[in-house]
């Protein structure tokens, strides 16, 4: 057998076959130097070769999440979960299991954590690991049963009350997760992912002072040289710039606090874009540049940050909606009347005639977003959605084509968001799960009907159908964890509703 070690093999990068220890060596030295596709490109052939050195398969998918490609980086471990997880020990199918979990294969991470608890079947860590992964596939009550053990059984192991008040977290009991968390930080206190956790569930609850100070524990993005990190002082007339962090729906969201910084005294606001959506915030009136070239400013601030350092507290600002706009008027038809079939038979009942829409419809987000097993909706539940009557489906899918036997109509999504932002005012709503489109029809003050998982992402609150931040859009929540068929019904029940038309 050939030793994987002395292979050559293709690489992307031009210079043609390598071997296994040059591309382990130009991965390793590109990863040092902070050039993380590269070294991921480099280093994922060497995993593949070498299946079962899990130190390779995880240094190949940290270069992948290092380069913001969290989906590249699920993709490797779980092609080595499935080919060597067998072999593995104990410490390494633990180790694997973890960074499955940060990429966002719970699936996958839970068999790592069961082939560990065969031979650890009542230790913490090991309990505390599959109640973290059961958590993430949406088993809630299953992990709560887990954790509990776990706890019993080490009270003083910090990861355990944090993994305790995420399941508390996600089942909506908020007090008693706030209560975990301060039991975690007491024993291990300024830890960065305990406060970061600690403003979600406070933020879930509700915009809050609180919320916001702890939310700065996210991660930062690092600002550009020769800018004056901005907290909140009077600007007095100097320029500041707004950076761009985490994703296009974040930005969407949090640009309603933009404007405010006038209030501050700023003299110029230059505002960080991705170059696809550039041209929308320019033409909604912000002076955007693309992410890396922006013009000297005096100040600089995160986009996340802007609640905090503004001291906006509760204030979501939802009268400032619509803040994103295409610059052109297009006319939109108004939703027509359906025709009522000629019949001799008498009319059931009476009523208003109900209204035929074209909505965009929206099943999965961004690949790269750690929670697409709870957020996305599979192909499985088109039909149940075709069947909701008066309904013109319009595919939104960037990037696949529609399935083969649902219909509906097929324009061309942009990956330029401006262009997109035209598209969405051509028809009369849509149909979302949590994506950037549902935030940018929120913020274009278009209608949205914004389908969400049973524990929701922090904004969405936990309660309701309807929400401060953007007037237009209707939640429709899961009841139960992962039941998205309740959740597709009371969307039919809410389209027939009169007056849900365009508003």
């Not at 050939?2 to 292979?7: E, F, K, S």
């Not at 909604?284 to 940050?305: K, N, R």
Request: aromatic fraction near 6%; proline fraction near 9%.
């Amino acid at each position: 057998m050939t030793d994987p070690a002395a292979r050559s093999v293709g690489h992307d990068g031009g210079a043609g076959a390598r071997s296994i220890p040059e591309l382990l060596a130009a991965g390793e030295a590109a990863l040092a130097a902070g050039r993380y596709r590269e070294a991921a490109e480099c280093l994922e052939p060497v995993a593949d070769a070498m299946p079962d050195h899990v130190p390779l398969v995880r240094m190949a998918a940290t270069a992948w999440q290092l380069a913001g490609q969290r989906s590249r980086a699920r993709a490797v471990l779980t092609r080595v979960t499935d080919r060597a997880i067998d072999v593995l020990s104990a410490n390494d199918a633990h180790a694997l299991g973890a960074q499955l979990l940060d990429v966002g294969a719970p699936d996958r991470g839970l068999y790592c954590f069961t082939q560990v608890a065969r031979s650890l079947p009542n230790h913490p860590a090991v309990l505390g690991a599959l109640a973290g992964a059961r958590r993430a596939q949406g088993e809630l009550d299953d992990a709560w049963r887990l954790v509990q053990r776990a706890t019993t059984a080490d009270r003083q192991n910090p990861v355990l009350w944090l993994t305790a008040a995420q399941v508390r977290h996600g089942q909506g009991q908020l007090d008693e997760a706030l209560k975990l968390l301060k039991k975690a930080e007491s024993l291990r206190p300024s830890h960065p992912p305990t406060r970061l956790q600690r403003a979600l569930t406070r933020l879930l609850a509700g915009a809050s002072t609180y919320g916001w100070g702890d939310f700065e524990h996210r991660g930062l993005p690092s600002l550009p040289t020769g800018r004056t990190p901005w907290r909140g002082e009077p600007l007095d007339g100097r320029s500041i710039l707004v950076v761009f962090e985490q994703g296009i729906g974040d930005l969407f969201h949090f640009l309603r606090f933009v404007p405010l910084l006038t209030g501050h005294g700023a003299g110029r606001i230059v505002v960080e874009a991705p170059r696809s959506a550039v041209s929308l915030l320019q033409a909604s009136g912000f002076d955007a540049v693309p992410v890396g070239e922006a013009p000297s400013t005096d100040f600089a601030v995160p986009v996340l940050s802007l609640p905090l350092h503004l001291g906006t507290d509760k204030a979501t600002y939802g009268d400032l909606v619509p803040y994103l706009r295409t610059g052109a008027a297009v006319d939109v038809p108004a939703p027509t009347a359906v025709p009522t079939p000629v019949s001799s038979a008498p009319a059931t009942r009476e009523g208003p005639t109900p209204l035929r829409r074209r909505l965009g419809l929206v099943l999965r987000g961004n690949p790269n977003f750690l929670a697409t097993n709870l957020r996305d909706i599979g192909n499985e539940w088109l039909g149940t959605l075709q069947s909701i009557p008066n309904v013109d489906w319009v595919w939104l899918q960037l990037g696949e084509a529609p399935p083969e036997k649902f219909h509906c109509e097929k324009p061309k999504l942009s990956e330029i968001w401006l262009e997109t932002a035209l598209l969405l005012q051509s028809i009369d709503g849509i149909v979302s799960v949590d994506t950037g489109l549902a935030h940018l029809a929120g913020a274009m003050g278009l209608p949205v009907w914004v389908l969400l998982p049973f524990s929701p992402d922090w904004r969405w609150g936990l309660q309701g159908e309807s929400t401060p931040w953007y007037p237009s859009a209707t939640l429709v929540r899961q009841p139960a964890p992962r039941d998205w068929g309740e959740a597709i019904a009371r969307l039919s029940h809410l389209l027939d509703q009169p007056g849900r038309e365009r508003r």
